[in-house]
């Protein structure tokens, strides 16, 4: 279907971009918008719509096309979901901020050019809404440009986005010289040689890799979502990083046919490693929103653990098993969004009352916002995918795939799946570290500094945002059939086979009941019979108790209360100690510790510890070897002496009379 008429339906999400002058009623019209396009994108999945909008620009040979298929509309519900949530929270949030205007029309622009991205279905489209989300998230990097951690940030931010687009444009460049279109759809048709699809799926996967920030081109990530506004970082990590997994199913499934097992064991390696490595960083971390960002490169690495298998599979043409880890692949994108975007905006709740996102300053919380202590912990319980929660169901799926896939008769591959199961499981324990540390540190214990002593619950606007993302993450973990249905109708799609009746039996009750019988979970009983367990022991307490409620101080190794200091407490720092020292081999920890005062009386310590990321400091090294041997050659090439000038002059004048003269 094409035509000039249909692009006027997506004009709505154009008006919050133009009431920017008027902040809070931009937000509202935004969150009612993306509500409105998440209930028709909810409602058009199922129904196999699939259709191309195209109209010529003002300039020519320009052409703008937009795909509307299943799998755009369920990455795009994903916008439109964390877009109505972060938009209500932003009411309130931005009340801090000097320049409230600025920042709501690059909100706004940034959720329209993550959607657009989506829905591009050319190349020149494409690179011109990429362009666009890169620099307007850029921007948003460097809000509080005063700051020159955000503007280091922002500088390394950008030049790894534009590095991915240089190998972005290079598998268009590829895949136009074969197809001699610019149109997604024909790159659907070609057959490449084996070595130039092999060039296609490395440039694609270092550039949108790059994005997703995936081991080892990762670190420009842990510094850029940390220093953006927190409801820019939950689109950051949430949703603007899902695009390059968006592009990368398109790329895989759609314009590469017939990819050999290769392809999607390296995907699969790289998606282990980057799990592994962004987790173990995660663990050390004392800054909530460079954890959280650490981790964000972990559940990437998840989503490509899923999307590997699922190439595996395909290449053996075992359609059960491809079937289930793609679901795997769609449902973990979609917990992810859920249970990080609730996390970012918990995170940006307690810098809003605190002015702190260090856990060391930290602690007590519960007791002064413990209606975002417990949102925050419903974040944490999905996002260590503990059950009955949602990340529990996606990784669950996952692991299926691996363990099933260790039953086949391939001899590598059922010798390589347990493996990689085994990584998955150890990332898995590693974040309930991480996120134990955390909660425990800021949320548990007593206040560290006076920061935490006038910290409060934020308004309604924030509370409600986290409050309906928190019921997501119980809902679709203990209801899982209506996301395994959506991804199962994209799957339909794509690749024209359905796994939903092996994933979803005995309506909806039980999950994983294939032709394989591994193993079957209901995440729906067991929250019941959680439920049936706590009411059950509550009530026998309360009838053989006599129902005093007696009070004790907590025991702290003999001491009183009135010995006690804060110091008495685990800091995020000792937390984590012990790791950092078993693994010290994978951390670059610079640790000192000085006096000051009276040298043998009672003198105070200060200890500093700082954590580099090994990867950023090697290319980092590599970078500044690079920079002081072009500083080198141009000193020779351009050393400030007019007769090198005067040399090179005459020099060009006598090659252009030779060239003359010889022809």
Same mark, same amino acid.
């Given at each position: ?24 009623? @931009? /937000?509202?019209?935004?969150? =009612?918008?993306s !509500?409105?396009? %998440?209930?028709? $994108? +909810? &409602? ?27 799998? @755009? /509309?369920?990455?795009?519900? =994903?916008?439109? !979901?964390?877009? %109505?949530?972060s $938009? +209500? &929270? ?28 989506? /829905? ?6 494409? !690179? ?8 307007v ?13 955000n ?29 001699g ?57 949430g ?15 759609e ?10 064991y390296?995907?699969l390696?790289f ?53 289930l ?45 413990p ?40 001899e590598f ?21 991480s ?13 560290r ?15 409600i ?23 199962d ?58 129902g ?19 110091k008495?407490?685990?800091?995020a720092?000792g ?5 950092r ?71 060009t ?10 022809w």
């Amino acid at each position: 279907m094409s035509g000039l008429e249909k692009p006027f339906y997506l004009l709505p999400l154009v008006i919050p971009l133009i009431l920017s002058f008027r902040p809070k009623i @931009s /937000l509202i019209l935004q969150s =009612l918008t993306s !509500l409105v396009f %998440l209930i028709v $994108s +909810i &409602y058009l999945i199922p129904s196999n719509t699939d259709f191309i909008v195209s109209f010529q620009s003002a300039i020519p040979f320009l052409t703008f096309s937009y795909r509307v298929d299943s799998l @755009s /509309l369920f990455f795009a519900g =994903l916008v439109f !979901l964390l877009s %109505l949530v972060s $938009s +209500i &929270y932003s009411v309130s949030y931005i009340s801090e901020f000097k320049h409230k205007k600025i920042l709501t029309f690059l909100y706004n622009l940034f959720i329209l050019s993550i959607i657009m991205v989506i /829905l591009s279905a050319n190349v020149p489209t494409f !690179l011109i809404w990429w362009e666009l989300m890169s620099v307007v998230s850029f921007l948003l990097v460097i809000f509080d440009y005063k700051k020159e951690e955000n503007l280091n940030a922002g500088i390394l931010y950008m030049f790894m986005t534009h590095l991915a687009t240089i190998f972005i444009i290079i598998s268009f460049i590829l895949l136009y010289i074969h197809s001699g279109s610019l149109e997604f759809k024909n790159f659907t048709n070609i057959n490449l040689p084996e070595n130039i699809k092999f060039l296609v799926f490395l440039t694609s996967l270092i550039g949108f890799g790059t994005k997703a920030g995936i081991f080892p081109l990762h670190f420009w990530l842990p510094k850029a979502h940390p220093v953006a506004p927190s409801n820019v970082s939950a689109l950051m990590s949430g949703v603007m990083i899902k695009t390059a997994i968006y592009m990368l199913i398109r790329f895989y499934f759609e314009f590469l046919k017939d990819i050999p097992v290769s392809f999607g064991y390296i995907v699969l390696f790289f998606g282990a490693l980057s799990a592994m490595y962004g987790i173990l960083y995660a663990y050390v971390q004392t800054d909530i929103k460079k954890l959280l960002a650490y981790s964000s490169m972990e559940n990437i690495g998840i989503i490509l653990i899923a999307l590997g298998l699922s190439m595996i599979f395909k290449s053996f043409n075992i359609e059960l098993l491809m079937g289930l880890s793609f679901v795997a692949v769609l449902y973990h994108t979609l917990n992810h969004t859920v249970f990080k975007g609730l996390l970012f905006l918990g995170a940006g709740s307690i810098l809003f009352k605190t002015h702190t996102k260090n856990m060391e300053e930290l602690g007590g919380l519960n007791k002064l916002m413990p209606k975002t202590g417990i949102l925050f912990l419903i974040g944490i319980l999905g996002i260590t995918a503990l059950p009955p929660f949602n990340g529990f169901v996606s990784e669950w799926l996952i692991y299926q795939s691996l363990l099933y896939g260790s039953l086949l008769n391939y001899e590598f591959i059922s010798f390589t799946m347990p493996l990689f199961a085994s990584v998955l499981a150890l990332t898995g324990a590693f974040s309930i570290g991480s996120f134990a540390k955390l909660y425990g540190t800021t949320f548990l214990g007593i206040g560290r500094t006076d920061k935490t002593k006038k910290a409060s619950e934020p308004d309604g606007f924030m509370l409600i945002g986290m409050g309906f993302l928190a019921l997501m993450i119980i809902v679709s973990g203990i209801l899982p059939v209506f996301p395994v249905y959506l991804a199962d109708r994209v799957l339909n799609q794509i690749e024209s086979f359905s796994v939903y009746k092996y994933i979803i039996h005995k309506n909806g009750l039980l999950l994983i009941s294939t032709d394989y019988d591994f193993g079957r979970i209901s995440t729906l009983l067991l929250a019941i019979a959680g439920i049936v367990i706590f009411v059950s022991t509550y009530l026998l307490i309360r009838l053989i108790g006599n129902g005093n409620t007696r009070e004790y101080e907590t025991w702290a190794c003999g001491l009183e209360e009135s010995n006690l200091t804060v110091k008495a407490q685990y800091s995020a720092t000792g937390f984590s100690q012990p790791i950092r020292r078993i693994l010290s081999f994978i951390y670059k920890v610079e640790e000192s510790l000085s006096f000051s005062g009276k040298k043998y009386f009672l003198p105070k310590k200060i200890y500093r510890i700082r954590i580099d990321d090994r990867i950023e400091n090697l290319i980092l090294s590599i970078t500044n070897v690079f920079i002081k041997f072009v500083l080198k050659v141009r000193y020779f090439v351009q050393p400030g002496i007019i007769h090198v000038y005067i040399a090179y002059m005459i020099f060009t004048l006598i090659a252009f009379i030779l060239y003359f003269v010889r022809w």
